[in-house]
């Protein structure tokens, strides 16, 4: 299994101006890690919701990767978003799943099928043009450029080390370097060259 912030730290190092859209567990790892703050824009409140925010990125921006951080249980909520993002095709998504088998961020629940379900099988059924599956960081960091290098979409399934969190919602503090949604948005925008 892969800690989320080594995976992330692998990203960093290829994403070169790529916008990236992390997720619920996803947030705070990349957080720690992204040496592009004004190119994040991170979906904390809307689990499920942050492949769908990918993709209107991907299509407005054609010539931009597009990196999303997506959890397994986050999927779940949302699995109909890999069939849109199939059929739309576009070439610069790259869409990881950070597959714990736990509904982290509400205490650590374990997600309906944790034993059977294939989340890569999933997106090559729904036709995604590449998937990938990884358990081991090195495995990963040898093949990140291969991955990167890739045309769209691309699923990369990536089983990690859960980090589950106890504390009540209402009691929980930002992690340190998570910004405001729209402070996100603004950035993303003047870096874009967008209003």
Known sequence: MINQVDLMNVVD???GDAIVVPTMTGTSGWAQVTKKPERDLPVAGAMGKASSVALGL???QPDTKVIVFDADGSLLMNLGSLVTIAE???ANFYHFVLNNGVYAVTGGQPIPSVDTISFSGIAEAAGYA???E???LEDFATRAEEVFNTTGPVFICVKSVPEIQNEPMARRQR???VRGTKECITDLRESLGTS
């Open 134 to 136: 990884f358990e081991d």
């Open 130 to 132: 590449a998937s990938f």
């Open 58 to 60: 991907a299509l407005a």
């Open 88 to 90: 739309k095709e576009p």
């Open 13 to 15: 190092k290829y994403r």
């Open 175 to 177: 992690p340190a370097g």
